[in-house]
């Protein structure tokens, strides 16, 4: 690899087990690192990912930093500092006189209750509120639903409740969300210079500046969980940013962000940045969407603590209006993502009221981590099972790097799961596996069918730390027809963040209601003829206009900050919108940024009305109901350096010089002498049949009998049965 003049890329994803690092050089290739998730200091983890990258260089850490151009960060922190409560603990929250219940009352959807939850409130609980009502205050205001003023900010309501919040309550932080506030922010800022007069060095969080979108409910909590999980989410990349500088890195620390991109750590918003990590797996799979040609594919992520799926359809990626984080319901848009807690520390268990054998959603985690790893952990885990078959090797794991203690793990599965059940402690290993897998598996299942998607359309990508040990038993009878490895599975999330570019998103509700439109009731299409701006009234088009052009001014000034000039930046404009009485909205995306021509309204309408017909077919269609447009974006994009993966030369079928050696696996009852293959010596035309063990530095891919493995151009793996 050169050393001399290089430039670097480097992107970190912090997960519940273990930071990974992708590190790309100038030219493209790509180097790749793991350690530990440490907990207790995240920002040791970060360092050691990128150390652990580099490893085997010439350089040393501040070397490689001086010469990287940019550094990307994807983290699950704000997600775990929401799901353990851990967040600022005394926090207050103003809102419009009769509001004050609002966010404690909820829909049983934003309580985070399933179906069958929600068909039993009288049973069910709501989670612990960020802000209890002792500390929620509402003060005399009111904007209506077109931002008129029809009753001013009453400034003694407010003095009075931030000297309560402050001095009798001792909240650390206030969050302000007033009806109708994206509309019409007068009051919020009013609010906000009141609290700064009195309390200069209080933290606020205006809802019109987190997420400026019309539906209270999630606007408000989104408006309190940003504050929530401020305070710390900022330290940490506070703390990242100046480790960095000092080791020689020049440049702003990028963080991913949930609707997708990167973005500067100082103006990201902490509440987009939830989930971020997961989302560089939606982004790798585009990636090589895109390299390889196909038309749709699904990602499925096995990490230490959770199994994450992503999908790619023929129009791409897509977006969460009003997506869960822990069992809050918020409302910042967010790539779609399903988790389920299943992972290579997912523990297994005997249910004592059934003595029937259980494996997750709880998670060892890294401290302790699986038995194996020998730091005390005493539940078994699906790593733990992987070890006892022969399907990892105790003395390869991360490279050799981490010893693991078979032993260990054999004495857990025989006392905690194989003497309970009277199975022998390998059946009861496999159980575990085929267990885990199962669970996996019908995740995918119902994830497709209730989107109504076939999945022998679908190829299916397998990554994660975990993923490919796992791919083989999650896929069987799923009705994939192909499955790809890549190269970079163990560090995925982390390499899709290298492929992603600099993203600003910005959303707004302009509340557009086009109660008539001309239309056709032989075959439901408008009549273009017959369309006139005037459908419309004129203040709602003002209204359209104006936030349009104050989202592209947003864009631009953060685009020049991040460096970007206007010929280097590309914008892309969108609406959500639904037909009249109907509850739900479509994403559309709009040629158009304007409301001034008949023709733009024939632009936006054809828009509409074709991503509507795509989505639920044109017998679904009713004009007759008018068309509402419930929110509209303005996304800027900005163009990075990316991997650019090589093409290797076709080298044969045979793949016998990439053999290391023979052991015995445990496959479907019974031990295998099977061949185990080094995934560094493999060949582009490779090819291989099951049962067979794939090892490389950081992952190892388990081929049971009746696949087939292809080493391709790209050096990723692919999988057919």
Same mark, same amino acid.
């Given at each position: 690899?050169?050393?001399?003049?290089? +430039?670097?890329?480097?992107? /970190?994803?912090?997960?519940?087990?273990?930071?990974?690092?992708?590190?790309?050089?100038?030219?493209?290739?790509?180097?790749?690192?793991?350690?530990?998730?440490?907990? +207790?200091?995240?920002?040791?983890?970060?360092?050691?990912?990128?150390?652990?990258?580099?490893?085997?260089?010439?350089?040393?850490?501040?070397?490689?930093?001086?010469?990287?151009?940019?550094?990307?960060?994807?983290?699950?922190?704000?997600?775990?500092?929401?799901?353990?409560?851990?967040?600022?603990?005394?926090?207050?929250?103003?809102?419009?006189?009769?509001?004050?219940?609002?966010?404690?009352?909820?829909?049983?959807?934003?309580?985070?209750?399933?179906?069958?939850?929600?068909?039993?409130?009288?049973?069910?609980?709501? $989670?612990?509120?960020?802000?209890?009502?002792?500390?929620?205050?509402?003060?005399?205001?009111?904007?209506?639903?077109?931002?008129?003023?029809?009753?001013?900010?009453?400034?003694?309501?407010?003095?009075?409740?931030?000297?309560?919040?402050?001095?009798?309550?001792?909240?650390?932080?206030?969050?302000?969300?007033?009806?109708?506030?994206?509309?019409?922010?007068?009051?919020?800022?009013?609010?906000?210079?009141?609290?700064?007069?009195?309390?200069?060095?209080?933290?606020?969080?205006?809802?019109?500046?987190?997420?400026?979108?019309?539906?209270?409910?999630?606007?408000?909590?989104?408006? +309190?969980?940003?504050?929530?999980?401020?305070?710390?989410?900022?330290?940490?990349?506070?703390?990242?940013?100046?480790?960095?500088?000092?080791?020689?890195?020049?440049?702003?620390?990028?963080?991913?962000?949930?609707?997708?991109?990167?973005?500067?750590?100082?103006?990201?918003?902490?509440?987009?940045?939830?989930?971020?990590? #997961?989302?560089?797996?939606?982004?790798?799979?585009?990636?090589?969407?895109? +390299?390889?040609?196909?038309?749709?594919?699904?990602?499925?992520?096995?990490?230490?603590?959770?199994?994450?799926?992503?999908?790619?359809?023929?129009?791409?990626?897509?977006?969460?209006?009003?997506?869960?984080?822990?069992?809050?319901?918020?409302?910042?848009?967010?790539?779609?993502?399903?988790?389920?807690?299943?992972?290579?520390?997912?523990?297994?268990?005997?249910?004592?009221?059934?003595?029937?054998?259980?494996?997750?959603?709880?998670?060892?985690?890294?401290?302790?981590?699986?038995?194996?790893?020998?730091?005390?952990?005493?539940? #078994?885990?699906?790593?733990?099972?992987?070890?006892?078959?022969?399907?990892?090797?105790?003395?390869?794991?991360?490279?050799?790097?981490?010893?693991?203690?078979?032993?260990?793990?054999?004495?857990?599965?025989?006392?905690?799961?194989?003497?309970?059940?009277?199975?022998?402690?390998?059946?009861? %290993?496999?159980?575990?596996?085929?267990?885990?897998?199962?669970?996996?598996?019908?995740?995918?299942?119902?994830?497709?069918?209730?989107?109504?998607?076939? #999945?022998?359309?679908?190829?299916?990508?397998?990554?994660?730390?975990?993923?490919? %040990?796992?791919?083989?038993?999650?896929?069987?009878?799923?009705?994939?027809?192909?499955?790809?490895?890549?190269?970079?599975?163990?560090?995925?999330?982390?390499?899709?963040?290298?492929?992603?570019?600099?993203?600003?998103? &910005?959303? /707004?509700?302009?509340?557009?209601?086009?109660?008539?439109?001309? &239309?056709?009731?032989?075959?439901?299409?408008?009549?273009?003829?017959?369309?006139?701006?005037?459908?419309?009234?004129?203040?709602?088009?003002?209204?359209?206009?104006?936030?349009?052009?104050?989202?592209?001014?947003?864009?631009?000034?953060?685009?020049?900050?991040?460096?970007?000039?206007?010929?280097?930046?590309?914008?892309?404009?969108?609406?959500?919108?639904?037909?009249?009485?109907?509850?739900?909205?479509?994403?559309?995306?709009? $040629?158009?940024?304007?409301?001034?021509?008949?023709?733009?309204?024939?632009?936006?309408?054809?828009?509409?009305?074709?991503?509507?017909?795509?989505?639920?077919?044109?017998?679904?269609?009713?004009?007759?109901?008018?068309?509402?447009?419930?929110?509209?974006?303005?996304?800027?994009?900005?163009?990075?350096?990316?991997?650019?993966?090589?093409?290797?030369?076709?080298?044969?079928?045979?793949?016998?010089?990439?053999?290391?050696?023979?052991?015995?696996? &445990?496959?479907?009852?019974?031990?295998?002498?099977?061949?185990?293959?080094?995934?560094?010596?493999?060949?582009?035309?490779?090819?291989?049949?099951?049962?067979?063990?794939?090892?490389? $530095?950081?992952?190892?891919?388990?081929? #049971?009998?009746?696949?087939?493995?292809?080493?391709?151009? &790209?050096?990723?793996?692919?999988?057919?049965?």
């Amino acid at each position: 690899m050169k050393t001399t003049e290089e +430039q670097y890329f480097i992107y /970190t994803d912090t997960g519940g087990t273990f930071t990974d690092c992708v590190v790309v050089n100038s030219i493209g290739e790509i180097m790749t690192g793991k350690s530990p998730t440490t907990y +207790q200091n995240l920002e040791e983890c970060f360092f050691n990912s990128i150390a652990d990258a580099i490893e085997g260089t010439t350089m040393n850490l501040e070397e490689v930093l001086s010469k990287t151009k940019v550094i990307g960060y994807g983290t699950t922190h704000g997600t775990n500092i929401i799901v353990t409560g851990s967040g600022a603990p005394n926090l207050g929250f103003i809102t419009t006189k009769g509001q004050e219940d609002r966010t404690l009352i909820m829909r049983w959807r934003a309580a985070g209750l399933t179906s069958n939850e929600g068909m039993h409130l009288i049973s069910a609980d709501k $989670p612990k509120p960020i802000v209890p009502r002792t500390k929620v205050r509402g003060v005399r205001e009111r904007v209506d639903c077109s931002g008129e003023i029809i009753s001013r900010l009453d400034v003694d309501d407010v003095q009075l409740a931030v000297k309560e919040l402050v001095e009798e309550e001792k909240v650390e932080g206030i969050a302000v969300g007033l009806l109708w506030s994206f509309l019409n922010y007068k009051h919020e800022l009013e609010i906000r210079d009141i609290i700064n007069e009195m309390y200069p060095d209080l933290p606020v969080a205006l809802s019109h500046e987190v997420n400026p979108i019309v539906r209270e409910d999630p606007r408000f909590r989104t408006t +309190q969980i940003d504050l929530y999980i401020g305070k710390a989410l900022k330290s940490l990349l506070a703390a990242i940013g100046s480790t960095l500088k000092q080791k020689g890195y020049k440049y702003p620390l990028l963080v991913a962000q949930a609707a997708g991109g990167v973005s500067r750590a100082e103006i990201v918003k902490p509440a987009n940045t939830l989930h971020s990590g #997961p989302v560089g797996g939606l982004t790798g799979i585009e990636f090589w969407k895109k +390299q390889y040609g196909m038309d749709c594919v699904i990602g499925s992520d096995v990490g230490g603590t959770s199994f994450d799926i992503t999908i790619s359809s023929k129009r791409g990626a897509e977006y969460l209006r009003e997506p869960k984080v822990g069992r809050f319901e918020i409302s910042n848009p967010m790539m779609e993502i399903v988790t389920i807690g299943a992972g290579g520390g997912t523990i297994a268990y005997v249910d004592k009221s059934t003595n029937t054998l259980r494996v997750g959603p709880a998670s060892a985690g890294s401290e302790p981590g699986p038995v194996c790893y020998g730091n005390g952990g005493t539940e #078994p885990t699906v790593t733990d099972a992987d070890v006892v078959l022969n399907r990892i090797s105790p003395e390869y794991f991360m490279g050799g790097k981490i010893k693991l203690r078979k032993d260990l793990a054999l004495k857990a599965i025989e006392k905690k799961i194989a003497e309970p059940l009277g199975l022998d402690v390998y059946k009861a %290993a496999e159980g575990i596996v085929n267990i885990v897998d199962g669970t996996m598996a019908s995740t995918l299942s119902t994830t497709l069918a209730s989107r109504g998607l076939d #999945p022998s359309e679908f190829t299916l990508f397998a990554f994660g730390g975990a993923g490919p %040990a796992h791919c083989a038993g999650y896929s069987f009878g799923t009705g994939f027809k192909k499955m790809v490895v890549p190269k970079t599975a163990s560090v995925f999330s982390a390499f899709g963040a290298s492929t992603a570019n600099v993203v600003h998103r &910005y959303t /707004t509700s302009p509340f557009v209601i086009i109660p008539h439109i001309p &239309y056709n009731v032989s075959n439901s299409e408008f009549i273009k003829e017959k369309l006139e701006l005037d459908l419309i009234p004129s203040a709602t088009r003002e209204r359209f206009n104006s936030m349009m052009k104050d989202m592209e001014e947003k864009a631009q000034t953060d685009m020049e900050v991040e460096g970007y000039k206007r010929e280097d930046y590309d914008l892309r404009y969108e609406i959500l919108a639904r037909y009249g009485g109907q509850l739900w909205e479509i994403r559309v995306e709009i $040629p158009v940024s304007r409301l001034e021509t008949v023709d733009d309204f024939r632009k936006i309408l054809t828009a509409f009305e074709t991503e509507y017909e795509r989505v639920y077919a044109r017998g679904a269609m009713v004009p007759s109901g008018g068309i509402e447009i419930i929110v509209s974006v303005v996304e800027a994009i900005g163009r990075v350096s990316n991997p650019r993966p090589s093409k290797e030369p076709f080298a044969g079928k045979s793949p016998e010089s990439a053999k290391k050696e023979n052991r015995e696996v &445990y496959w479907s009852g019974q031990f295998i002498d099977t061949p185990v293959y080094d995934w560094e010596l493999l060949r582009n035309g490779n090819e291989l049949a099951g049962p067979a063990i794939i090892e490389s $530095p950081n992952t190892t891919l388990a081929v #049971p009998p009746g696949r087939l493995i292809l080493l391709d151009e &790209y050096r990723n793996l692919q999988m057919t049965i």
